[in-house]
């Protein structure tokens, strides 16, 4: 599973958002590069507590794997919505706030991302 792949990375230390993506190059065979360390920047809320890094990288998964904008459109939809319903917000100072840790936010980012693909 993609989420068990990323805690993976998120227990060895990379970031909340970095592990996403790593997860999902080697499942998807996504041409990251250098993306994975610029996704540290996410991290934390980016780094302010303000908007959550990983349905940022969640989104940035998605469009490297729909190249149909109108698919692309509607999937970005359905994962703003899935996660905001689960978490009720976006905002990464909220959720933590309500959570144990960030694997809790790994896990459900990384599991609607596999339900709507």
Same mark, same amino acid.
């Given at each position: ?6 805690? =993976? *990375? *998120? ?6 958002? !970095?592990? &996403? ?5 080697? $499942? *998807? !065979?996504?041409?990251?590069? #250098?993306?994975? *360390?610029?996704? +540290? ?9 303000? /908007? %959550?890094?990983?349905?940022? /990288?969640?989104?940035? /998964?998605? =469009?490297?794997?729909?190249? +149909? ?12 919505? !899935?996660? #905001? ?5 976006? #905002? %990464?100072? +909220?959720?933590?706030?309500? /959570? $144990? ?8 980012? %990384? +599991? &609607? ?5």
């Amino acid at each position: 599973m993609l989420s068990d792949r990323a805690i =993976g *990375y *998120y227990r060895q230390g990379s970031s909340c958002s !970095r592990c &996403i993506m790593q997860a999902a190059s080697e $499942k *998807y !065979r996504l041409e990251t590069d #250098n993306i994975t *360390y610029a996704l +540290d920047g996410f991290a934390g809320g980016l780094g302010i507590g303000a /908007v %959550c890094g990983i349905p940022l /990288v969640c989104i940035m /998964v998605l =469009g490297m794997i729909c190249t +149909d904008e109108t698919v692309l459109k509607a999937k970005r939809l359905e994962f703003i919505m !899935r996660f #905001n319903e689960k978490f009720h917000s976006l #905002n %990464c100072g +909220d959720i933590c706030g309500r /959570v $144990k840790d960030c694997e809790e936010i790994i896990r459900a980012g %990384c +599991d &609607i991302i596999e339900e709507i693909i």
